[in-house]
């Protein structure tokens, strides 16, 4: 992947895709754009000063959320993907009535979930506040007529994932600690409704067992994407991803970028 971190004139046949976080959990739904649409331009947001969202009140998330937002509209976007299930469940309805530009949204994959399920609970992962907002709740009463899917936070992942601290023995206790009362028998699939949990997928997964599918909202959110930009319009002359990174309105220093880069690859 060729890749532009900052510096040169735009090519204006390029779409400039805008991808909103409030930290780096965005950055598993980028990877899958890059993938889909490799001829596009990208602005990554990572909100880092007031990250993490989950934990916060909702007033106070909104007002960060809008003005991440507010800066993104100024920098030429023509898409914005809200790569976020803490802030799409806050915000993305007056997001949308604010902007004139197109703006995906991502919310926990607890549809699939329940189209797939074949009797046994689903275990939904998320934010506090995802946990307490009306969109998640709506959601799962209109499709959860058994009553199988359950709710757990771990807002605790966040704030590791924002310390770059993915696979140590601390990160090990705290899932083994918010979950070792779980009767993992009883499930047949975990939702992943926080970007930022798809780093541990593999940790969860260790501990729910083989058995348990482990599913994300990141495929269907770079498919709605793909819908709206088109996947098919190629550049005259391709010149690879541009990727342009900002920490709250401030543009990331070459270190911090290439940490993300990293990440990405």
């Not at 994959?109 to 797939?116: D, G, L, N």
């Not at 070792?180 to 939702?191: M, P, R």
Request: charged content about 20%; overall charge neutral; proline content about 4%.
């Amino acid at each position: 992947m060729r890749t532009w971190l900052t510096g040169g004139r735009l090519r204006e046949i390029s779409v400039r895709i805008a991808f909103f976080d409030s930290g780096i959990g965005g950055l598993t739904v980028l990877k899958q754009a890059l993938a889909a649409m490799p001829n596009e331009d990208y602005i990554y947001y990572a909100d880092t000063q007031n990250v993490p969202y989950g934990v916060k009140p909702k007033d106070e998330v909104r007002s960060h959320i809008f003005s991440a937002v507010d800066f993104l509209a100024k920098q030429n976007i023509q898409a914005l993907v809200v790569a976020c299930n803490t802030a799409t469940s806050v915000a993305i309805n007056d997001l949308r009535s604010r902007y004139a530009f197109p703006i995906v949204g991502m919310e926990p994959a607890v549809k699939p979930a329940i189209i797939k399920n074949t009797g046994k609970k689903i275990l939904v992962f998320a934010t506090s506040l995802t946990l307490k907002e009306s969109k998640l709740e709506t959601l799962i009463d209109r499709l959860d007529k058994k009553r199988n899917v359950e709710r757990r936070e771990l807002d605790g992942l966040v704030t590791f994932a924002e310390n770059f601290e993915f696979h140590t023995p601390l990160v090990q206790r705290y899932l083994q600690e918010k979950l070792a009362n779980t009767h993992w028998g009883q499930y047949e699939t975990i939702v992943l409704g926080c970007t930022h949990f798809i780093y541990y997928r593999n940790m969860i997964q260790a501990l729910a067992g083989d058995d348990i599918h482990l599913i994300d909202g990141n495929e269907g959110t770079v498919n709605h994407l793909v819908n709206i930009v088109g996947a098919n319009r190629q550049p005259t002359q391709p010149h690879g991803q541009r990727i342009v990174f900002y920490s709250s309105g401030v543009e990331d220093p070459s270190d911090r970028a290439n940490r993300l880069l990293d990440l990405l690859n």
